[in-house]
């Protein structure tokens, strides 16, 4: 599995498991409410991109747990 394609298994599963739309994901972790429908038609984020997502879906999941 590619770095891009798991990046896009922990953005699906994290909507999942918190009942997210796509819309409330993008405009939460992307600033863009069409994120997650561009990634599914293939857009690819660049690394630094990638990153900063992950590191704030994180962050959020550390919240939550606090």
């Known amino acids: 599995m ?5 990046f ?8 999942a498991d ?3 739309t796509p ?3 993008g405009k939460q ?3 863009d409410p069409l994120f997650v429908f561009q990634l ?5 984020p660049r690394t630094q991109t990638r990153e900063r997502i ?3 879906m994180e962050a ?6 606090a």
Not at 2 to 6: G, I
Not at 9 to 15: D, L, N, R, S
Not at 60 to 65: D, K, T
């Open 2 to 6: 590619s770095e891009l394609e798991a």
């Open 40 to 44: 599914r038609d293939g857009r690819e």
């Open 18 to 20: 918190r009942n997210m």
């Open 23 to 25: 819309t409330q994901f």
């Open 29 to 31: 972790f992307a600033g």
């Open 8 to 15: 896009k298994t922990t953005v699906e599963t994290f909507i």
């Open 54 to 56: 992950l590191q704030a």
């Open 60 to 65: 959020s999941e550390q919240e939550n747990a």
